[in-house]
């Protein structure tokens, strides 16, 4: 039996006004259906479908409805990319925004700004200044609707978090709650299945391993993923989306770096099959020329750019296509990197991506399974294929693999 | 005329015709345009909905709100097991939900047949082709 709080039975009597009594709803309906004891308050919440690609005209006309119910955020709280950089609407030839479009996202923006979201349009709310400022730590809970941060918060930052989704994210940032259940329990962020893979890995294995882990991991429990060595920070990042993309496993306990309440007591283990996954990487790889490669699916962190300048000293003989948030992009701007990188021929888009945006038509490498999960599902993308960072830089350097 | 004990989540009265889709979801699989399912082009708009199993995106809420934004919302939605996709979307666009429908009566139901729902969510089945057939 759902047990209410005096201030949440106000805010679902509508005595806190119409707007935060829908939002209640929501929450006090799904935590019900879920036999939750209680609601949860959090400390943060990022929301997920704000593309006007993404959610259209429905989705825009119910921002606005909510906006103009007097809803308001009620915990700092951050949103998603949108459809376009809005400082390059033109997708510097790689997009295809046309009026409708624009005008839809500006309603949406309009919307969320009126009800107090900060627009960091990133799918990496965790590299931004917003976030730190917020001084969250292991243990805290919050709502994310982006289920790539969502698999990032539980398994890198400690931060607790179910797979909220866009509307549900939007209905906890308005009401502060949402239902206490799933990995908001301690118990039910403790593995009890281990997946060992004793060859090398990088973020395209790792991808892999997630479409393995997809069809394989029945537990409701997070997987315990034991690898030879501890993968990279983009690495982890890009594991993390593909886990979200490729099935719907909202955390996975890497050793050395997931933080867990205790130790873990494993009931059942299984060896992830090496010539499976070197079949599957096969099968993904690149089989043209790319017109442009793509990387920043999640949005790219700082590391990241600072190890692709290293890698990339001249001129590329391919395009690279690299897409942040606006945090990072300041911060690589100040130091030089953004400067460098452009000289090269690398091209950069702020607070989109190619997944939720509209592009002209083309054939992408990537080292996002996330990105070749979705955009291989797009009309005007020809192909999409997967490598890891280094032999994308290879081929922007124009090198024959 | 068959009777079943529902457990409903968003209230309402309705009374309609079936439409029966064992696994569905609302992002991709519905147009809320024109209020049809794309695969099959069958109505919803008016209906009972009946869902075994829904998945995928959680855009899938806007899609339902969708639904009664262009005016083809069905008249109720029903299901074996509800999850937080549907129960946002129904919530928002104000549109009756129900779960805990026992599978063999989702078997036994078929497009077309007539049901009636109520507030407390008593089904009540009063057309159902397959039944005459017994």
């Known amino acids: ?401 | 005329m068959i009777k079943v004990k529902l457990k409903p989540i968003v209230g309402g009265n309705a009374t309609g015709e079936v439409v029966k889709v064992e696994r569905l979801s609302f992002y991709g699989e519905v147009d809320p345009e024109k209020g049809i399912l794309v695969a099959d082009g069958r109505e919803v708009k008016d209906k009972i909905l009946i869902i075994g199993m829904s998945r995928g995106s959680t855009v899938g809420s806007y899609i339902i709100y969708g639904l009664k934004y262009y005016g083809n919302a069905p008249k109720a939605i029903i299901m074996i097991k509800s999850e937080p996709i549907v129960i946002t979307g129904a919530v928002i666009a104000g549109i009756p939900l129900y779960e805990a429908l026992p599978r063999e009566v989702f078997d036994m139901l078929s497009d077309g047949d007539e049901v009636e729902v109520d507030e407390q969510g008593n089904l009540i089945i009063k057309k159902a082709s397959r039944l005459k057939e017994r």
């Open chain 1, 1 to 401: 039996m759902l047990q209410l709080t005096k201030e949440e039975e106000e805010m679902l009597n509508g005595k806190r006004g119409e707007g935060i009594a829908r939002a209640m709803e929501v929450i006090v309906k799904v935590a019900e259906s879920l036999d939750a004891p209680r609601l949860q308050p959090i400390r943060h919440a990022h929301v997920s479908g704000v593309s006007y690609g993404t959610i259209g005209e429905a989705g825009a006309s119910f921002l606005e409805e909510i906006a103009s119910l007097g809803a308001r955020v009620s915990v700092p709280a951050s949103v998603n990319p949108i459809g376009y950089d809005p400082e390059s609407p033109n997708g510097k030839g790689i997009l295809k925004i046309d009026r409708k479009f624009m005008e839809g996202q500006r309603r949406i923006l309009k919307a969320l700004g009126r009800m107090g979201f900060t627009l960091t349009l990133t799918c990496t709310p965790y590299y931004t200044d917003f976030l730190y400022s917020l001084n969250l730590s292991q243990g805290d809970s919050v709502a994310w609707g982006e289920s790539s941060a969502v698999a990032y918060a539980n398994t890198v930052l400690g931060l607790k978090t179910n797979r909220e989704g866009g509307p549900l994210a939007l209905m906890a940032a308005i009401t502060g709650r949402t239902y206490y259940s799933g990995l908001h329990v301690d118990e039910n962020r403790i593995p009890d299945t281990e997946y060992v893979y004793n060859e090398p890995v990088d973020e395209a294995v790792l991808g892999v391993i997630s479409e393995y882990l997809a069809e394989k991991h029945e537990s409701e429990r997070p997987p315990l993923v034991r690898t030879r060595r501890r993968p990279r920070e983009y690495e982890v990042r890009e594991f993390a989306a593909a886990l979200g993309a490729a099935g719907s496993i909202a955390m996975a306990v890497l050793p050395g770096i997931t933080p867990l309440p205790r130790r873990p007591s494993i009931s059942h283990r299984d060896e992830i099959d090496h010539a499976w996954v070197k079949s599957r990487l096969s099968d993904l790889k690149p089989t043209v020329r790319p017109d442009v490669i793509f990387i920043g699916c999640p949005h790219t962190s700082y590391e990241e750019l600072a190890i692709i300048n290293k890698e990339i000293q001249d001129k590329v003989k391919v395009p690279v296509l690299i897409t942040l948030s606006r945090d990072v992009y300041i911060k690589a701007k100040e130091t030089g990197l953004i400067e460098s990188l452009e000289s090269k021929g690398v091209t950069f888009l702020r607070g989109t991506c190619l997944i939720i945006s509209k592009t002209r038509e083309l054939a992408v490498a990537t080292n996002s399974y996330k990105a070749y999960f979705y955009l291989s599902k797009k009309s005007n993308i020809k192909e999409v294929g997967l490598q890891p960072l280094p032999l994308l830089m290879r081929m922007a350097r124009g090198e024959e693999l």
